[in-house]
DNA sequence: GGGGACGCAGACAACGCTGTCAAGAGGACC
DNA sequence: GGTCCTCTTGACAGCGTTGTCTGCGTCCCC
């Protein structure tokens, strides 16, 4: 007959009502379910019973405020509608969860307040480790992680920095294949629209940042190398619309390019349709390669050509990294950098 | 000069050292932060300004342990990177951030543990409110939460429940609709791919049950009442391969139908490719609609006839009984039906 | 000038759990 | 029979908050 509490209605089993109905002091239970001193056999079973017909679990809040880790990592995504995010979250699950950690995604734009502001509502929750994803070169919002002790990946950030592991594509290399591709096909004209320049949208310019100026960089590498002096590159959003825009730009040039690098997939899709939707032929009129290979990247006619990064098999490593910190704290911040794969499809 | 506890490396400011700070006793510093009594504006200051020289914040799990709401609604989805699921979750944090909570998404196949025992970590974890998504008919899941007086919504889930709100698609409508446009465009003999039978693949069968079942059953309905009999219902895995399987089988019969109605868009992708890639014109041989309106749909080519649903809307109006049934305990669930949109594209 | 009202702030006891200290029971051994 | 283990269990403090009780001035009014 255990005395349950009754809160607005709610009834939640405590410790007590174990250790009463089992006829154990809460000692005895607690250390029954953590296996954490020896317990004897029939005292063990009878409180395993207890539990059993109490329904009881432990408060989590009660244990970590008494220090126990909250099994528990968070993940903080851009965007949580971008397709790419919920592979990186997977990815990080798959690791996680057999090792009973629960991977709490958190959508940053979603929030009316700062990533920075996020990492401290995690850091207020306890977590025991961090990743941050998305795009940017400020690390500054991870310093409260760091600076607490909790392990941090940086997920698409270059620049390692003290403390901090990191996740990278190798967006150079990408930048550089893709490109090497197109002359491997006998095009020599070739175009990238990026993302949005820092100065505004604009033919070409150097100002760009983040990874897609490192994708910028190694289009720039490959043309060098095959010693073609002209580079194209149109600046505009991340988007459908942005990569309609930049194919527009292209084709009003006065000798448009023969094919074209986007930055991404959707981008890619965008001037795929802008193309398509002027009439000309993809691959025969221009050729187009995308970044990422997303789902739409294989259901698209024709299928586009992208370069594959392995964005779940990067989750995994995220979350292995952040294990083996918490692991092992005292262990150096590490670097990951993945390479990527060209998936030839009909749009080369 | 405040002590700050050092524990593994890790530093955290607690609130007596803010009390500390200030010169003021812990009590004040609670209350001048949740303004719950009255505080002179001078003390108040003091507090403050003694707050960010620490960059103190409340440990969370302190404050729900004395019965605080965790401001945390958990969203149990059935497989994060199944796109329809993000833009559930994006629906929800735009109701939910803006009055202060925060999503715990938990992708419930990733886990080694049934979607039962996720609800019961998640009552563990004290959140607020909690929202199941996934087409199944087995409400117990969400009963441990029901009892421990925890908001609960059903999301996609046909049956009302005892204290369980519900959040479901019109899906018998939206098969009428569907089957009811392609009748309009001069189809007659018009077949449907489904989800799985329980009795295995078959030709037809009443076995079906779940969302999927009700958009069959509109279908069905929708012929009917244009005085047709003659049915053709395939079954299978719900993907892109189950569609492409589902088409062959269709297009074995003596007499294929002319249009198809998928049960969602990777099934009527599937079903698509599978149909280009055997030289039918689509939609002239064939025409297709599928459910969901995803990404992809308006990207492959033709672009897919769909029933939309407003997924994201649904998830604000998920989040919304939850706030409410927070704010309200006491009011009784309440069950919400959403239309669908026919988008018609190229498929039809 | 005394009594009450009021504004403000501190002391203290929980919340539910776990690590540590301590002790009782039982057996082994001298 | 007494001492010293070992095995098992219980009591207790404390994790960082917040709600409540209490107390101290100050002001107002009769």
Redesign the pocket.
């Known amino acids: 007959m255990a005395a349950r509490?009754f809160?607005d209605g709610k009834q939640?089993?405590?410790?007590?009502?174990?250790?009463a109905r089992a006829?154990?002091?809460?000692?005895?239970?607690?250390?029954?379910?953590?296996g954490?001193?020896?317990?004897?056999?029939?005292?063990?079973e009878r409180v395993q019973r207890a539990i059993e017909e109490l329904s009881?679990?432990?408060?989590?809040?009660?244990?970590s405020?008494?220090?126990?880790p909250t099994t528990t990592v968070a993940v903080i995504v851009p965007d949580i509608t971008n397709p790419f995010y919920p592979q990186l979250a997977r990815g990080m699950q798959d690791v996680l969860s057999p090792k009973g950690y629960q991977a709490l995604i958190c959508s940053s734009d979603a929030e009316p307040v700062s990533r920075r502001e996020i990492v401290e509502q995690m850091l207020?929750r306890r977590v025991d480790g961090i990743c941050i994803s998305g795009y940017y070169d400020d690390h500054t919002d991870a310093e409260p992680a760091v600076e607490a002790g909790v392990p941090v990946v940086l997920f698409g950030h270059r620049a390692p920095y003290p403390g901090i592991s990191t996740v990278t594509t190798d967006d150079i290399g990408a930048g550089r294949l893709a490109t090497e591709h197109l002359l491997s096909r006998g095009h020599e004209r070739i175009a990238f629209i990026s993302g949005p320049s820092i100065s505004g949208p604009s033919i070409s310019g150097p100002s760009d940042v983040g990874p897609p100026a490192d994708r910028v960089a190694g289009y720039r590498a490959a043309l060098e190398s095959a010693g073609i002096a002209d580079e194209l590159v149109v600046h505009g959003p991340v988007s459908r619309e942005g990569g309609a825009a930049g194919m527009r730009q292209l084709l009003a040039l006065d000798h448009p390019p023969q094919a074209v690098v986007c930055t991404n997939d959707f981008v890619a899709i965008g001037a795929m349709q802008e193309a398509l939707d002027r009439g000309l032929d993809v691959p025969g009129d221009v050729a187009l390669v995308g970044f990422d290979d997303i789902d739409a990247a294989a259901l698209v006619r024709p299928a586009l050509t992208t370069m594959a990064v392995a964005i779940r098999r990067q989750g995994q490593a995220a979350a292995q990294l952040i294990l083996d910190r918490i692991a092992n704290p005292d262990q150096p911040p590490q670097a990951t950098l993945f390479g990527t794969d060209l998936v030839q499809r009909q749009s080369t």
Do not use: F, K, M
């Open positions: 509490r809160v939640r089993v405590r410790i007590v009502d174990v250790a006829g154990v002091s809460i000692t005895t239970v607690s250390h029954a379910l953590s954490r001193r020896p317990v004897s056999e029939a005292t063990r009881y679990r432990p408060n989590e809040a009660a244990r405020l008494r220090g126990q207020a």
